[in-house]
């Protein structure tokens, strides 16, 4: 298993290491001269000995370069990141979920295994594998693991029900993620659970996260803040900091991917943040998403047009860019306005929230009474 990653971005070349945050930029020159010591079977150089030992105290001294350095060629676009819902089935039943209907269906494991390829080859260095809940795939070890031999530096959003698993956190114990993030709905377990609407979810999570926490993972909670847990706001908040992990916050609840306004009812008025203006994404540019179908769309909200990157692999990624660019105007049921400079949600986020007929209020600025 590789120790390092070395790879193209954008107009430099990055060192990583897999499970870490950190990175090391190099020349274009060192990068060349890695690959060479690849093909010759020399020890890895002492410059980037000395770099990996400042940066992660580790030492690599003396070991060949094809042994410890995975070299990652460049994609032919842009792409860097991505998104994965390997599945949108979920063992919570959460009721401000944005999928709305959670399915539980998708590739199956050749078809994950040619996503996970197609991905490698458009450049993708920081993969995030999210849901539904991941963890509960049955081919979510397998699709892991392969995303990390494959040199991606891999996040995982979870709710945390299985992270105690010996199974799981024996493997990301083994190929540790760059980030695994959290979501925690409550400090109790009533409140828990009845968010959840599945008894026993609040011990499982807690499970989970006492385990994720005690072999050293990455550990990062969201606090999803509704009408129903918002009362134990100060406790999950607490609770994140005895444990030491970096915690943020979301309260502003969005439609359902189908344009259902479901979730809306579950928000705390006043935990509700004001956005910043929207000033632009690279969403379908530098990042896409991708679908439990492995369809690629510019992002988890904008899904339509999309590109079947199975049967067209990666040079289906050529068109996001136009889909993009086309989805970002500010057409449609924003037409004819003048302020739409100062919007706080972009293009494909405000149609959600049309069609799901909701109060001009809860996605722009200009729907509230002056």
């Known amino acids: 298993m590789h120790d390092l990653i070395a790879a193209p971005f954008e107009e430099a070349h990055l060192i990583l290491r ?12 060192r990068f060349e001269e890695l690959g060479q010591s690849v093909a010759t079977g020399e020890e890895l150089p002492a410059w980037l000995a000395s770099a990996v030992r400042r940066a992660w105290n580790v030492s690599l001294a003396g070991r060949p370069v094809a042994e410890a ?11 860097s990141r991505a998104t994965w819902e390997i599945n949108l089935g979920c063992d919570f039943d959460c009721e401000h979920c944005y999928l709305g209907q959670k399915r539980f269906e998708g590739l199956d494991w050749q078809g994950k295994q040619q996503l996970l390829h197609v991905m490698r080859d458009a450049g993708v260095l920081w993969l995030q594998i999210t849901g539904g809940e991941p963890l509960i795939d049955p081919h979510f070890p397998d699709a892991y693991r392969m995303a990390y031999e494959l040199g991606m530096q891999v996040e995982i959003l979870s709710n945390g029900s299985r992270l105690w698993h010996p199974r799981i956190l024996q493997l990301l114990t083994a190929c540790p993620p760059t980030k695994l993030s959290l979501s925690i709905y409550g400090a109790s377990a009533e ?8 008894r026993g979810a609040f011990q499982r999570f807690a499970w989970g996260l006492d385990a994720a926490v005690d072999a050293g993972l990455n550990v990062d909670l969201s606090l999803i803040i509704t009408s129903r847990n918002a009362h134990e706001a100060d406790a999950m908040r607490a609770w994140a900091d005895r444990l030491g992990v970096p915690r943020r916050e979301y309260a502003n609840m969005s439609p359902t991917i189908q344009g259902g306004a479901e979730p ?15 000033s632009g994404c690279p969403a379908g540019h530098t990042f896409f998403h991708a679908d439990p179908h492995g369809r690629a769309s510019i992002c988890k909200i904008g899904r339509d047009p999309n590109v079947d990157l199975i049967a067209e692999g990666v040079e289906g990624l050529a068109r996001l860019g136009l889909i993009a660019d086309d989805l970002m105007l500010r057409t449609g049921g924003c037409s004819g306005c003048q302020l739409s400079g100062s919007c706080r949600v972009c293009r494909p986020m405000a149609k959600l929230f049309q069609e799901a007929k909701a109060p001009m209020e809860n996605y722009c600025q200009h729907g509230k009474r002056r």
């Open 18 to 29: 897999p499970g870490s945050q950190k990175g090391i930029k190099i020349g274009r020159s």
């Open 191 to 198: 409140t828990y659970d009845g968010l959840t609407r599945r």
């Open 264 to 278: 809306l009812p579950s928000q705390s008025p006043e935990h509700l943040t004001q956005r910043a203006p929207f």
């Open 69 to 79: 350095v995975l070299m990652r060629a460049p994609g032919p676009y842009e792409f």
